[in-house]
């Protein structure tokens, strides 16, 4: 059975239609995501990126803006602060760091973050987590937590994410369709 | 002690490098703030200066430096697409079972 | 250089960091005024002893980390432990004395020099040089 946070087409709907504007002071400057240090040795392929504004700007410059692929990548990361991924794959059940994901949660305790999404499936054992920052007027970022079987990953993205835009790497980059009434 | 202080204390104090992570950090930044910095005088000794006093407090050669920087570039491009790679398949996650909750409902009236 | 400054006079890896950040985001805009490479080196390592002196002066000290204390790596010549005694030794010592130690056995400054960077005597660096080994000395032995 899924339980899903009923406001998600919302906000969901409204972070793709905002093209999320530059962070405001007020707005926390970084969210600490653990290294999920634990979960490294046990994993089978993992992926620890943190990508700060400098280093998109670097990345950005290797985009070749004729092939499609990259010039799309390249607007979609135009005005973002940061980019942290941690992801891990196993070849069996792993403990879930519920220690980390609180301490991370802890910090989503502020007017300025929303759960859009929160599903628990449990015939696939996974849980997804989406987090919409910002006010209700602008988004500034973007977080997901996903728990299954034999994989988990954490996303969090900073500054001027457009959804929309994001939406439109789809068959480029496998970005699916988002749920969103253009 | 050896007797000779003065060559302990230079053992002692040799110079220490920052890890490579915050050099990485600390030379994308000074990049980007070089690029940003616009002065209409002179400018053409910015880079220079800047090369020279990222070569001489790191130890580096100006090579190093641009080879360092050229590193981290091809680095961080391949990070992006591999970042963005994997927010597009976790926001795939997300609509699936969002979409699918969406069709349950539908379907029970 | 600058870290390295950094991390012997304020003994702490984050304050280190942080201050050689400071240093080279502050020569920045500096840039147009310097000559040449050596007035660039000079530039920061002055800067960088500076800070130092005066966050180790505004601040109470920061806690040292085992590892800023401990060896460089496994192929550190000489006795490692006298070494490490060293560190911590100067660590001790008053903010200007402990620059002065630093900027002579670490980067190799002779007095003179140390003069003109820290805008000091001449005499007075040579007086902290030699009260600064005496109580080394002693502490040694």
Same mark, same amino acid.
């Given at each position: 059975?899924?339980?899903?946070?009923?406001?998600?087409?919302?906000?969901?709907?409204?972070?793709?239609?905002?093209?999320?504007?530059?962070?405001?002071?007020?707005?926390?400057?970084?969210?600490?995501?653990?290294?999920?240090?634990?979960?490294?040795?046990?994993?089978?392929?993992?992926?620890?990126?943190?990508?700060?504004?400098?280093?998109?700007?670097?990345?950005?410059?290797?985009?070749?803006?004729?092939?499609?692929?990259?010039?799309?990548?390249?607007?979609?990361?135009?005005?973002?602060?940061?980019?942290?991924?941690?992801?891990?794959?196993?070849?069996?059940?792993?403990?879930?760091?519920?220690?980390?994901?609180?301490?991370?949660?802890?910090?989503?305790?502020?007017?300025?973050?929303?759960?859009?999404?929160?599903?628990?499936?449990?015939?696939?054992?996974?849980?997804?987590?989406?987090?919409?920052?910002?006010?209700?007027?602008?988004?500034?970022?973007?977080?997901?937590?996903?728990?299954?079987?034999?994989?988990?990953?954490?996303?969090?993205?900073?500054?001027?994410?457009?959804?929309?835009?994001?939406?439109?790497?789809?068959?480029?980059?496998?970005?699916?369709?988002?749920?969103?009434?253009? | 002690?050896?007797?000779?202080?003065?060559?302990?204390?230079?053992?002692?104090?040799?110079?220490?490098?920052?890890?490579?992570?915050?050099?990485?950090?600390?030379?994308?930044?000074?990049?980007?703030?070089?690029?940003?910095?616009?002065?209409?005088?002179?400018?053409?000794?910015?880079?220079?200066?800047?090369?020279?006093?990222?070569?001489?407090?790191?130890?580096?050669?100006?090579?190093?430096?641009?080879?360092?920087?050229?590193?981290?570039?091809?680095?961080?491009?391949?990070?992006?697409?591999?970042?963005?790679?994997?927010?597009?398949?976790?926001?795939?996650?997300?609509?699936?079972?969002?979409?699918?909750?969406?069709?349950?409902?539908?379907?029970?009236? | 250089?600058?870290?390295?400054?950094?991390?012997?006079?304020?003994?702490?890896?984050?304050?280190?960091?942080?201050?050689?950040?400071?240093?080279?985001?502050?020569?920045?805009?500096?840039?147009?005024?310097?000559?040449?490479?050596?007035?660039?080196?000079?530039?920061?390592?002055?800067?960088?002893?500076? /800070?130092?002196?005066?966050?180790?002066?505004?601040? *109470? $000290?920061? =806690?040292?980390?085992?590892? +800023? %204390?401990?060896?460089?790596? !496994?192929?550190?010549?000489?006795?490692?432990?006298?070494?490490? /005694?060293?560190?911590?030794?100067?660590?001790?010592? *008053? $903010?200007? =004395?402990?620059?002065?130690? +630093? %900027?002579?056995?670490?980067? !190799?400054?002779?007095?003179?020099?140390?003069?003109?960077?820290?805008?000091?005597?001449?005499?007075?660096?040579?007086?902290?040089?030699?009260?600064?080994?005496?109580?080394?000395?002693?502490?040694?032995?």
């Amino acid at each position: 059975m899924r339980h899903v946070f009923s406001c998600w087409r919302g906000w969901i709907a409204g972070a793709a239609y905002l093209v999320l504007l530059h962070p405001g002071a007020s707005f926390a400057a970084e969210l600490r995501i653990p290294d999920f240090d634990s979960l490294k040795d046990k994993a089978s392929d993992s992926a620890i990126i943190s990508l700060d504004e400098n280093l998109l700007g670097m990345a950005g410059r290797y985009l070749d803006s004729s092939k499609p692929a990259d010039a799309k990548a390249k607007s979609v990361i135009q005005g973002l602060k940061s980019i942290q991924v941690r992801s891990f794959k196993f070849d069996k059940a792993y403990p879930v760091p519920t220690a980390e994901i609180a301490a991370l949660r802890a910090q989503l305790n502020s007017p300025l973050w929303h759960q859009a999404i929160k599903t628990h499936s449990e015939s696939d054992h996974s849980d997804v987590d989406l987090f919409i920052g910002g006010d209700s007027n602008q988004a500034r970022g973007l977080l997901i937590i996903v728990t299954e079987p034999r994989e988990f990953t954490v996303v969090c993205i900073l500054g001027a994410i457009d959804l929309a835009k994001l939406q439109d790497l789809e068959g480029h980059l496998g970005v699916p369709k988002l749920p969103v009434d253009k | 002690m050896s007797g000779d202080l003065e060559g302990d204390l230079r053992r002692a104090l040799r110079p220490v490098e920052p890890s490579a992570e915050f050099t990485d950090r600390l030379l994308a930044r000074v990049a980007a703030a070089g690029r940003a910095t616009t002065r209409p005088r002179r400018t053409w000794l910015r880079p220079a200066a800047v090369a020279a006093g990222i070569v001489l407090a790191f130890g580096l050669s100006w090579g190093t430096y641009q080879h360092q920087l050229q590193e981290r570039a091809f680095r961080a491009h391949a990070e992006l697409l591999k970042a963005l790679a994997i927010t597009s398949r976790s926001l795939d996650q997300a609509y699936q079972v969002v979409h699918s909750s969406e069709v349950d409902r539908a379907d029970g009236g | 250089m600058v870290y390295s400054l950094g991390l012997r006079i304020l003994r702490n890896r984050a304050a280190a960091e942080d201050l050689t950040q400071d240093v080279f985001m502050q020569l920045l805009p500096q840039i147009s005024t310097l000559a040449s490479a050596s007035h660039a080196r000079h530039w920061l390592c002055r800067v960088a002893t500076h /800070r130092a002196i005066d966050q180790l002066r505004r601040r *109470p $000290p920061l =806690p040292t980390g085992d590892d +800023v %204390l401990a060896l460089v790596g !496994d192929t550190e010549p000489g006795d490692p432990l006298l070494a490490n /005694r060293l560190r911590a030794l100067i660590g001790e010592l *008053p $903010p200007h =004395p402990r620059a002065v130690v +630093v %900027l002579r056995y670490q980067e !190799d400054m002779d007095p003179t020099e140390i003069s003109e960077l820290l805008d000091m005597p001449l005499n007075t660096v040579k007086s902290h040089l030699r009260r600064a080994l005496e109580i080394l000395r002693g502490q040694l032995t």
